[in-house]
């Protein structure tokens, strides 16, 4: 029976703190790090009414990252073809937008021909994203 226990006890272990964090990261998004995107943002004067996330399918709740910049209760999704609204407001600019989304990039692009595209490295393994910065 004791060793019941202590297989068991291995076997529960494993589950939880490796197995399930290896999954959860792997399909979990870094809202942490798009926060951190928009805190350092604000810090360098674009007004926090102007960093957006552009939606894609199965990608990123937009509600998360304002929490971790410290401004919880905002949604910052704008999505594809609204886009051309964001002209309307006046300053820089952020918009964060998945890996994937080459429409939004294109669409980005054409509105912004001054706009300057990076792609933001993430911790974690095929979670980077796009930041396109309008000065």
Same mark, same amino acid.
């Given at each position: 029976?004791?060793?019941?226990?202590?297989?068991?006890?291995?076997?529960?272990? !494993?589950?939880?703190?490796?197995?399930?964090?290896?999954?959860? @990261?792997?399909r *979990?998004?870094?809202?942490?790090?798009?926060? $951190?995107?928009?805190?350092?943002?604000?810090?360098?004067?674009?007004?926090?009414?102007?960093?957006?996330?552009?939606?894609?399918?199965?990608?990123?709740?937009?509600?998360l990252?304002?929490?971790?910049?410290?401004?919880?209760?905002? !949604?910052?999704?704008?999505?594809?073809?609204?886009?051309?609204d @964001?002209?309307? *407001?006046?300053?820089?600019?952020?918009?964060? $937008?998945?890996?994937?989304?080459?429409?939004?990039?294109?669409?980005?692009?054409?509105?912004?021909?001054?706009?300057?595209?990076?792609?933001?490295?993430?911790?974690?393994?095929?979670?980077?994203?796009?930041?396109?910065?309008?000065?």
């Amino acid at each position: 029976a004791g060793i019941l226990l202590v297989l068991s006890s291995f076997q529960n272990y !494993d589950l939880v703190f490796r197995q399930y964090n290896d999954q959860y @990261t792997q399909r *979990a998004w870094n809202t942490s790090e798009m926060g $951190a995107v928009m805190t350092e943002a604000i810090q360098n004067g674009v007004p926090a009414d102007n960093v957006w996330i552009v939606p894609y399918p199965h990608w990123v709740d937009t509600r998360l990252p304002p929490i971790w910049a410290g401004l919880p209760g905002r !949604d910052i999704a704008m999505p594809r073809e609204k886009l051309p609204d @964001t002209l309307n *407001a006046a300053g820089p600019k952020i918009f964060m $937008a998945t890996i994937d989304d080459l429409e939004t990039l294109a669409a980005l692009q054409s509105l912004y021909p001054l706009g300057q595209l990076r792609r933001y490295e993430s911790a974690m393994v095929s979670h980077d994203f796009w930041i396109f910065s309008v000065p």
